[in-house]
């Protein structure tokens, strides 16, 4: 007798049906739903010129941070004996073998009997090692009196892996140092500018009416100003006896007075639209407060809009701060930052027999094109209208 077999049913998960019989969803596992910024950095993690630029931008600010850690020299400290060397090259492969630390060689500068033109010699007999994690020129991180540096060179044996300027100050510290003036004062001015460009573009668009229309009158009257002579106009007035601090602080003022214009007619724009949508109404009906509204309804959805005019503006403001500071009307000495390292490379003289000089010119170009593709990518992941 022939076994007939059977077949087991297939259990599926049930169904819920609506009223018109139509099936509305199935039990299964439950799922949970992906934030607003866990998608946001999805999209934004196939992008790879925001990675590249967020890599680029991550890697300035720890350097930024540690600045003083990672120079070897004192940034202020002069050297008669190493005025305007050429770039030490890094070795790891010495007679030894490979080495974890780099070191370079000795520099002596020799005339040409014919040209009588300078010209740098490596002593390749002689290897300057600097020690790792050594105690060097004394610094303070966040308050703390600090001496240890990543490397220390020797007294006897210099390590200028960029060379030195006209007064024999190491250019690489110069650099770390100066790059930290300069993202510091843009950090100041693109805070300032955004607080008060989202405050009173919220404001603005909201209220509407003749506060609105005043509001707006005085927007254009600082867009239509010639941005840069009246720059120079404003910085003119600083006093020429004054404390540099002080020449920081007021420039961070006549830059934030002057950038939160354009942003303010941007966050108008946007909050007229947000005004006009059901669940603004909704809450205007239920008799919520205007501080409310705009805190809790408005602010949180221009808020991505706001990120992304920050991360566009830091570039902006670095290239006017070096500009300022290259023409000698922006920060003043002591203080270093890259576009007053670049006032020492306005003499076409020096520019062709010292190029090392220009070394800020790379560090300017590396901020400014990380900030813009890490801002770029940003605002595509942000863009909701973007397939």
Known sequence: MS????????????AIVDEDGLLAASLGPAT?????????WRRFRRNRVGMIGLILVSALLLVTIFSSFLSPYDPTARNRESIYLPPQA??????????????????TIDMDPDTFALKPIEDTTK??????????????????????????????????????DRDGRDMLSRLLTGGKLTLLMAGFVVAVSVMIGTIVGI??????????????????FILALPELPFYFALVAIIPRNADPFQVFLMLVGILACLKWAQLARE??????????????????????RTPRIVTKHILPNVMSHVVVA??????????????????????RPPLVSWGLLLNAASDLQNLGSYPWVLAPVGAILVTVMGFNMFGDGLRDAIDPYQN
């Open 3 to 14: 076994m007939i077999p059977t077949v087991e049913p297939h259990l599926e998960a049930p």
């Open 32 to 40: 949970r739903s992906a934030s607003y910024s866990s998608l946001i």
């Open 90 to 107: 890094m070795h790891f492969f010495g007679t030894d073998g490979f080495q974890i630390v780099p070191f370079t060689h000795p520099i």
């Open 127 to 164: 290897a300057c090692t600097p020690e790792f994690l050594g105690k060097g020129w004394k610094y303070t991180f966040l308050g703390i009196p600090m001496e240890r540096h990543l490397l220390t060179p020797a007294a006897d044996c210099p390590f200028h892996l960029v060379g030195t």
């Open 203 to 220: 404001v603005s668009g909201y209220l509407g009416g003749s506060t609105d229309h005043w509001i707006q009158r005085c927007v254009e």
């Open 267 to 288: 966050i108008r724009g946007k909050t007229m639209s947000i005004a006009q949508l059901d669940y603004i109404t909704a809450a205007e009906a239920i008799g919520a």
């Open 310 to 331: 920050t991360t566009l503006m830091i570039p902006s403001v670095v290239l006017l701060e070096s500009f300022l500071s290259f023409l000698g009307i922006g920060v």
